[in-house]
């Protein structure tokens, strides 16, 4: 005779233990190939980490060496960081303070202004009569623009050997589609440009931040006479 099932009491259901085996082998599998896509991403992040200043240095070694290339033939050779590269230094900026000074590359492209200074086109040779506009990173190399006062100086060197101090005498905050930099002048003058406000979060806007500063001294071989580079 069978016994009635009680009401209050769950049916027990037994699984095969192949079944239970299964699963946890299948939970095993998955924990395993989350842990690994894990770790796989956090060597990625600390690759990255160190990818990008590793970089930097051995970009600032290879302008360092173009530089001394360039200063040995007296600037009469433009050497270039890289094989490839569509630019070369064409001066070195010593900035109030600063541990080295920046090399100053030809041409402000985004491209080149992601590794150093540069000087922008159409604008005078560094030390000659004119005016030398010089555009750099705000959260990079022209951070210590933040830090300047009238009445600073700074060295600008060109590869003949020649270095030029100048004294700052302005600083402005414009509207760069508003403002144009006139660039003839009887005298040598250097403007220094990078984006305002420097404590800015987000990349590019209109403003720029100006410090442009007037020949004090020259040391070295006389610059010609030229308002373009």
């Not at 600008?156 to 402005?172: F, K, N, S």
């Amino acid at each position: 005779m069978k016994r009635p099932l009680r009401g209050d009491m769950p049916l027990a259901i037994t699984l095969p233990l192949h079944y239970d085996l299964a699963i946890r082998t299948r939970q095993r599998r998955w924990r395993r190939i989350a842990i690994g896509i894990l770790v796989l991403l956090g060597a990625t992040l600390l690759l990255a980490g160190f990818w990008m200043p590793a970089k930097a240095e051995l970009a600032q070694h290879l302008l360092d060496r173009a530089w001394s290339d360039t200063a040995a033939s007296g600037g009469g050779a433009a050497a270039r960081p890289w094989p490839w590269a569509d630019t070369w230094p064409v001066a070195r900026l010593t900035l109030p303070g600063a541990r080295k000074p920046l090399n100053v590359l030809a041409g402000a492209s985004g491209r080149n202004l992601a590794f150093a200074p540069a000087l922008m086109d159409g604008s005078a040779a560094p030390g000659a009569h004119g005016v030398t506009v010089i555009a750099g990173h705000r959260d990079t190399h022209f951070r210590a623009l933040a830090e300047l006062a009238v009445g600073d100086v700074f060295a600008l060197e060109r590869p003949d050997g020649a270095v030029y101090q100048y004294a700052v005498t302005g600083l402005d905050v414009v509207d760069s589609e508003r403002t144009e930099i006139r660039l003839d002048a009887d005298e040598s003058i250097v403007v220094l440009v990078t984006c305002w406000p420097f404590e800015a979060v987000t990349v590019g806007g209109k403003w720029r931040y100006l410090v442009t500063a007037h020949l004090v001294s020259t040391a070295g071989p006389a610059p010609a006479r030229t308002t373009s580079f």
